[in-house]
């Protein structure tokens, strides 16, 4: 593994740190290869959000987390990608896991105070201007937060015959995006905290565990660019973002 800095000392400025959880296999593209290595705009989905953090000069590294068995990563990894990125083949069986695992392995370099932008892999439409809107934003904040889009859509709940029996206030309702960004020690602890009660399953996104623990995660509009690919039609429509 690559080393970085040591952590931060005290008093130091806290430092950025990338986690791209990656090990995934993608059941609903129907792929035959995991869907962050599918092609989008000629280069496989991770390589953007990978290219992406490596360039950012506020973020002091990136670990991305892939399976013990994984074959695919290596050949994204270039020399220049190599000197920032570093493979962390602990993922586990959902996407909670390879995060927490993730964050145990690169505690040598993390320091309590230090911030981990946690980022989806299937969201290649990330770019270095919304990672300096989401770090602006959470420079100072207690808690921490996350990039989210208000809804703007008329929400229906469907009844167990697939029909509409109510119409869902809208007002105060976001959708949640990625790099969604806290404290290594917040995160570990409230990741920690619902795998020993028996809630990881409960766990949608990294603000959940942290909402769990009673706390307020910061909303930060993002932008529909930064979708997440999870149906093939989603693909076309990251391909347009990324051309555009």
């Known amino acids: 593994m690559n080393q970085t800095a040591s952590p931060s000392s005290a008093g130091a400025e806290p430092r950025r ?17 995991p869907k962050q290595y599918m092609a989008v ?9 990978l290219e992406t953090f ?6 002091a590294h990136t670990f991305v987390v892939v399976s013990a068995g994984d074959g695919w990563i290596d050949e ?41 932008l946690v980022h ?4 290649p439409g990330l770019d ?23 809804v703007v859509d008329t929400l229906k709940r469907a009844s167990a015959e ?5 119409t869902v206030p809208r007002a105060g309702l976001w959708a949640a995006q990625t790099p969604q960004m806290f404290r290594y020690a917040l995160l570990r602890r409230a990741l920690n905290e619902a795998a020993e009660q028996g809630r990881i399953g409960a766990i949608t996104d990294d603000a959940s565990a942290i909402e769990m623990l009673g706390l307020l995660p910061k909303l930060v509009e993002g932008s529909p660019r930064n979708l997440k690919v999870t149906l093939a039609q989603d693909a076309a429509l990251a391909e347009f ?4």
């Open 17 to 33: 740190f990338a986690l791209i959880p990656a090990a995934g296999v993608g059941a609903r593209m129907g792929a035959r290869i």
């Open 41 to 49: 705009a000629g280069k496989p989905m991770l390589h953007h959000a």
């Open 54 to 59: 490596a360039a950012h000069p506020r973020i």
């Open 76 to 116: 994204l990894l270039t020399p220049e990608l190599a000197q920032r990125a570093t493979v962390l083949r602990v993922g586990g069986a959902t996407r909670q896991e390879s995060v927490f695992n993730g964050l145990v392995e690169m505690r040598a370099a993390a320091g309590d105070a230090d911030w981990v």
């Open 120 to 123: 989806d892999a299937a969201r």
């Open 128 to 150: 270095a201007e919304l990672i300096d809107r989401l770090l602006d934003a959470l420079a100072d904040d207690e808690v921490g937060g996350l990039l989210a889009l208000p």
């Open 162 to 166: 697939g029909r509409s029996e109510q």
């Open 241 to 244: 973002f990324l051309k555009g």
